[in-house]
C-alpha cells in the first residue's frame, strides 16, 4: 500500500517539472523558481511517505 504522501509528493513534483518548464519557455525567472521550489517540496513529501511506509511495513511484520 502506498502512503497518500507519497502520491501526492510524486504529484506535486510532476506539477513543479512542468511549471519550471513553462517559466523556462518563457522566459519567466520566478514562474521556474517557483517550479523548482514545488518540485522540491513533492520531494520532501514523497520521501516523508516512503519513510511512513517503511515504518508501516516494518510493524507489520512483528
Known sequence: ???KDRMEGKTEQ???SLKKG???????????AEGQ????KGKVQDT???AKDKVRDAADKT
Not at 513553462?22 to 521556474?32: F, L, N, S, T
Open 48 to 50: 516523508y511517505g516512503a
Open 14 to 16: 510532476a506539477k513543479g
Open 37 to 40: 521550489a514545488d518540485k522540491a
Open 1 to 3: 500500500m502506498v502512503d
Open 22 to 32: 513553462a517559466g523556462e519557455i518563457m522566459g519567466d525567472e520566478k514562474i521556474k
